[in-house]
T-cell receptor, first 114, second 115 residues
Framework: DGGITQSPKYLFRKEGQNVTLSCEQNLNHDAMYWYRQDPGQGLRLIYYSQIVNDFQKGDIAEGYSVSREKKESFPLTVTSAQKNPTAFYLC?????????????FGPGTRLTVL | AQSVSQHNHHVILSEAASLELGCNYSYGGTVNLFWYVQYPGQHLQLLLKYFSGDPLVKGIKGFEAEFIKSKFSFNLRKPSVQWSDTAEYFCAVNHGSGNTGKLIFGQGTTLQVKP
């Protein structure tokens, strides 16, 4: 059953701690993306990767970091430098990182900073 | 900066009513346009997309959207909504001349359909 998995579903973190969100896809897609969803603001792009070992900053990359060591995996680290990390995080992938391709989304991780 | 605007933040309709959700974007060049839907408890999924050809595109579940280049708009329509259409709807734009999958999303519209 192909798709995108994100774990954990819910994550709680204390202020000052780094935390890593997992994203795995078995769709054999080249491109992967991380978005942040806040109420009333839609989705905003954090980072994206078009191929393995390469990634680019999106519109709100400050306080986040990523890696793309394997085609199927694109973990996101929320660092202590992110000033307002409480949000819903969505991972997506597409066959190629081109403009007309549909993106497929995972179920999301809800991060709460205590 | 490029932006996408969805004017209706929260829409409440009765079943069988007609639906039109507005979407406007600010980029003047070639664009690819998408509508995504997020049903309660489900993944965000594609409703329909436009990248070339007929500006009236049809999607899943009876939805359609019309690309009007002169108005920078891509409004979503459905002639008769059902209770199961209750969801959050997102318009998204990608610069067609670019070579990346970067999407810019609108703020989203929450649709509530009353039975």
């Amino acid at each position: 059953d192909g798709g995108i998995t994100q774990s954990p579903k819910y994550l709680f973190r204390k202020e000052g701690q780094n935390v890593t969100l997992s994203c795995e896809q078995n769709l054999n897609h080249d491109a992967m993306y991380w978005y942040r969803q806040d109420p009333g603001q839609g989705l905003r792009l954090i980072y994206y990767s078009q191929i393995v070992n390469d990634f680019q900053k999106g519109d709100i990359a400050e306080g986040y970091s990523v890696s793309r060591e394997k085609k199927e995996s694109f973990p996101l680290t929320v660092t202590s430098a992110q000033k307002n990390p409480t949000a819903f995080y969505l991972c997506a992938s597409s066959m190629e990182g081109v403009s007309y391709n549909e993106q497929f989304f995972g179920p999301g991780t809800r991060l709460t900073v205590l | 900066a490029q932006s996408v605007s969805q004017h209706n933040h929260h829409v409440i309709l009765s079943e069988a009513a007609s639906l039109e959700l507005g979407c406007n974007y600010s980029y003047g060049g070639t664009v690819n346009l998408f509508w995504y839907v997020q049903y309660p408890g489900q993944h965000l999924q594609l409703l329909l997309k436009y990248f070339s050809g007929d500006p009236l595109v049809k999607g899943i579940k009876g939805f359609e959207a019309e690309f009007i280049k002169s108005k920078f708009s891509f409004n979503l329509r459905k002639p008769s909504v059902q209770w199961s259409d209750t969801a959050e709807y997102f318009c998204a734009v990608n610069h067609g001349s670019g070579n990346t999958g970067k999407l810019i999303f609108g703020q989203g519209t929450t649709l509530q359909v009353k039975p």
